[in-house]
């Protein structure tokens, strides 16, 4: 079985930093993406950024420039550095690990941690 536990929720003005941090343990496959998504209130949930086991990144259009995703594959941790924040990356925060190749992984989730960003 697989558990991703998250932390670093909190709460910070616009404009300022916040750093998530996400561990994963259990039956870890060497080739994975790791994640971040994030779900606003009545919104969908949405891909913030994933960097795969080989170190390639993918992120958001709104959160290019500002946010840095990272990973420590010997600890099976993902980082998340959040800068320049604005009121609208206010949401709950979740840990993704696709784990296993593309086409052939399962999908396992973090219980979710809050950012709210005040203007």
């Known amino acids: 079985q697989v558990q991703l536990v998250e932390s670093g929720r909190g709460l910070v003005q616009a404009g300022g930093s916040l750093s998530l941090s996400c561990s994963a343990s259990g039956n870890i496959f060497s080739i994975n993406r790791m994640g971040w998504y994030r779900q606003a209130p009545g919104k969908q949930r949405e891909l913030v950024a994933e960097?795969?086991?080989?170190?390639?990144?993918n992120y958001a259009d709104s959160v290019k420039g500002r946010f840095t995703i990272s990973r420590d594959n010997a600890k099976n941790t993902v980082y998340l550095q959040m800068s320049s924040l604005k009121p609208e990356d206010t949401a709950v925060y979740y840990c993704?690990?696709?784990?296993?190749?593309?086409?052939?992984?399962?999908?396992?989730w973090g219980q979710g941690t809050q950012v709210t960003v005040s203007s």
């Open positions: 960097i795969t086991s080989g170190g390639s990144t």
């Open positions: 993704n690990l696709k784990n296993g190749p593309i086409r052939e992984y399962d999908d396992y």
